[in-house]
């Protein structure tokens, strides 16, 4: 029996902590026909990271017997684990998850390889998943939301914010903080009337490594309570009433204001009421005071009213002080009760435009009367001591052509009597707004070949005037009309051709257009303009010239370009696609003449010799124009033939006397040689037959003319050769028999 002591080592391939674990092992050998029994090993612990990459060797498992095979029994859940059967070596094959499985408890089976083979050695190994920071802290509900009343104390706990890590440890220990308060965080009471609503976010982070975070949003808030006083709008209130005020008619309008939510606020008179005179109630959040009994003068001239405004719980107070006056029996009369007037808008401010007034029997006070305006009209005051009212802004008929004005005129008596005029005021017009177009640019198009008068646009311009200040006229100045192509309508402002318009001579007009109101002085407006000619097929294709001359040198290959045929279209676009084609002249069918670009293509071989001149028709056409022009197709000779020479005869008859002058010394004859082409000269020589020098050849013409070396007057028979070349260096050569008689004729055949 040995005792085996086991250490496993993790080593660390992707990140993780190197552990030792170490397992005994008690192994028996017993020979038993050359058996090994195995027995049950211990239980084995390691310790791995979760993050561990697949492949990592976790640990090796070692029996004493050389020839041992390995496999893990159970406990290999989701097959996390991969056992070499020779080697021991266990290795992860899929990826770990400390939140899924934290243990893995694997039974391994050693079996020998003998016959029989022993299986009774088994062994326990526990592989411990150790946590990493790989999950991010969770928060259980979101967005958090609360309510919390403005007066709660400083620590009071208004929401529990609540986050979740799957991590275990350190990695699933969590702090929090708050981030991006708004308003901004501060350490101070709640005030629902300065703030009722923070909006802020929480952040929950992990103490692992790194740190992993997440964050949710807050809404807290803040609900009323009553915390605030009703709160006169005045410190103190000073008022005088007429003792014959009238029972029930109101003498004064109090309000306290309470910052508070929802908040109801009542008055009472808590101290001052002599004799009960006045009464209070409460009504759209104010306190009316009204009048519950007559005054009279004569007991009191004076109250002094403690009002308290009361939410309930808290309250306010203010004084009231009532100066009672003596009886105002007349009210102010206007001399009219509506007047109408005008004031141009063009007035400065401060014009005046009308004084008002108004009469009141009564004395002293009482009859002094105070004019005021009842509606906020901010164009107009009146003075309130001569009733004259005034411009205070600027006037504008085109936004408000009249304004009625409610004029009250009341005394300083007690109470305060008063009258109500109306007074109408007319702005009149005046040429203040120069007209505006309705585009700042106007575009339009007209085919050339439109009929005089005809419309191309219209323009439209508007004026904030009325009447004659606002109604306009069109029209071109300065010879912005197109040098007199267009004209315009002046009432309408229709634009119209006035000439025959020619898209080739001018394809785009721009123009300036006025449009002019009729106010003084008149005020203008221009507006650029631009027309477009738009083409149509109106030009015919045109030929440089009626007749071309083309020069081709013969013998140019066929299919050869020997010219450019073209014609030029003055209109545009598919209007000036043109066609070539030969109409006349072209038979037999030696040339052919590209339908779009007008190449001339040799079809034949041309031969000068043969002809020396075609004269063809070309035809040009823009459907439905066309146009023709006459080609004249002149070859120039090219040196491509021999000279051509025959045998020749020449018969010649002298008399023959013994005068020495009687020789012949004329031409007799040519040789009978020519060149089909024309622009080749032939030279002319003797070969053989002429060593007697009976006959003188010009080398240049041809020309023969006798030698007097023939005055012998003998007979005589000569054959003789002569040759023709020409510049090509060709040369034919004929024979020529010759004889002579001395008897005075002699005979050349």
Known sequence: MFALRISCLCSKKSGGPKSVDIASANLIWRAVIGVCRLSNLQRDEVSIRENLEVGYEVLTIRATDGDVHYSIVSGNLKGQFYIHSFSGAIDLINPLDYETIREYTLRIKAQDGGRPPLINSSG?????????????????????????????????????????????????????????????????????????????????????????????SVSITVLDVNDNNPTFTEKVYHLRLNEDAAVGSSVLTLTAVDRDVNSVVTYQITSGNTRNRFAITSQSGGGLITLALPLDYKQERQYVLT????????????????????????????????????????????????????????????????????????????????????????????????????????????????????????????????????????????????????????????????????????TFQG???????????????????????????????????????????PLKASVDIQVTVLDINDNPPVFEKDEFDIFVEENSPVGSIVARISAADPDEGTNAQIMYQIVEGNIPEVFQLDLLNGDLTALMDLDYESRTEYVIVVQATSAPLVSRATVHIRLLDQNDNPPVLQDFQILFNNYVTNKSNSFPSGVIGKIPAHDPDVSDSLAYTFVQGNELNLLLLDSATGELKLSRDLDNNRPLEALMKVSVSGKHTLEVCEMCSSSFRADGVAWAK
């Open 479 to 521: 010879g912005d009309d197109g040098d007199g192509d267009f004209y315009i309508e002046p009432t309408s402002g229709v634009i119209r051709t006035l000439r025959k318009l020619d898209r080739e001579n001018v394809a785009v007009y721009s123009l300036r257009a006025f449009a002019v109101d009729r106010g003084s002085p």
């Open 124 to 216: 326990m190994v526990s592989v411990q998943v150790v946590d990493v920071n790989d999950n991010a802290p969770i928060f259980v509900s979101t967005p958090f939301q609360a309510t919390v009343l403005e007066n709660v104390p400083l620590g009071y706990s208004v929401l529990h914010i609540q986050a979740v890590d799957a991590d275990s440890g350190e990695n699933a220990r969590l702090e929090y903080k708050l981030i991006e308060m708004t308003p901004p965080a501060g350490v101070a009471p709640l005030d629902r009337e300065t703030v009722e609503n923070y909006h802020f976010g929480v952040e929950a982070r992990d103490h692992g490594v790194p740190v992993m975070t997440s964050s949710a």
């Open 307 to 474: 009002v308290t405004a009361s939410d309930g719980t808290r309250f306010d107070t203010v004084q009231v002080f009532i100066n009672v006056t003596d009886a105002n029996t007349h009210r102010p009369v206007f001399q009219s009760s509506h007047y109408t007037v005008s004031v141009s808008e063009d007035k400065p401010i401060g014009t005046s435009i009308v004084t008002i007034s108004a009469t009141d029997e009564d004395t002293g006070e009482n009859a002094r009367i105070t004019y005021i305006l009842d509606d906020n009209i901010p164009q107009f005051r009146i003075d309130p001591d001569t009733g004259t009212i005034t411009t205070l802004m600027e006037l504008d008929y085109e936004d408000q052509a009249s304004y009625t004005l409610a004029i009250t005129a009341h005394d300083n008596g007690i109470p305060q009597k008063s009258d109500t005029t109306y007074v109408e005021i007319l702005i009149l017009d005046a040429n203040d707004n120069a007209p505006r177009f309705l585009r700042d640019r106007y575009q339009g198009s007209v085919f050339e070949d439109v009929p005089l008068s005809t419309s191309v646009l219209q323009l439209s311009a508007t004026d904030r005037d009325s009447g004659l200040n606002g109604r306009l006229l069109y």
